[in-house]
């Protein structure tokens, strides 16, 4: 498989599995308390805080966004973003169990799958030019 296109479709599934966070907390009672700049009164309206607009979703859209635009540009993504992704869901996933953070993986093993191409085809290059 081509690592750019690995990159590409690894953040856009990054950037989908986001968009799905949010969409799945937007129908919560705590908007318009959190909107008031009333604070935040509860245990409940904390937590949920934390999932949506205070949480990753919005930076795992703009983390996606950013890779999928570094794939169309023939770019491959440096392993450690894959790396990192794949840490933070695994430590959801420990936390948690089966939820949302399972998705996550796919993207992340997309993106260490395309690093780890990328540096094998550039040694092959460098050891085919050195036999030359």
Do not use: C, Q
Not at 52 to 60: D, K
Not at 80 to 91: D, K, M, N, Q
């Amino acid at each position: 498989m081509n690592p750019v296109s690995l990159t590409r479709w690894g953040g856009r599934l990054l950037t989908s599995i986001s968009i799905l966070h949010v969409i799945a907390f937007l129908p919560h009672p705590y908007w318009p308390e959190w909107l008031s700049g009333e604070g935040i009164t509860s245990m409940e309206s904390m937590a949920l805080f934390w999932a949506l607009p205070g949480g990753p979703a919005v930076v795992g859209i703009l983390l996606g966004l950013l890779v999928s635009r570094m794939g169309k540009h023939g770019e491959v993504a440096p392993g450690y973003i894959g790396w990192t992704v794949l840490a933070w869901a695994a430590v959801g996933i420990a936390l948690l169990g089966v939820s949302g953070f399972v998705l996550m993986v796919v993207p992340a093993l997309m993106l260490i799958t395309a690093a780890v191409l990328r540096r094998s085809r550039r040694e092959s290059r460098s050891a085919d030019a050195a036999a030359v």
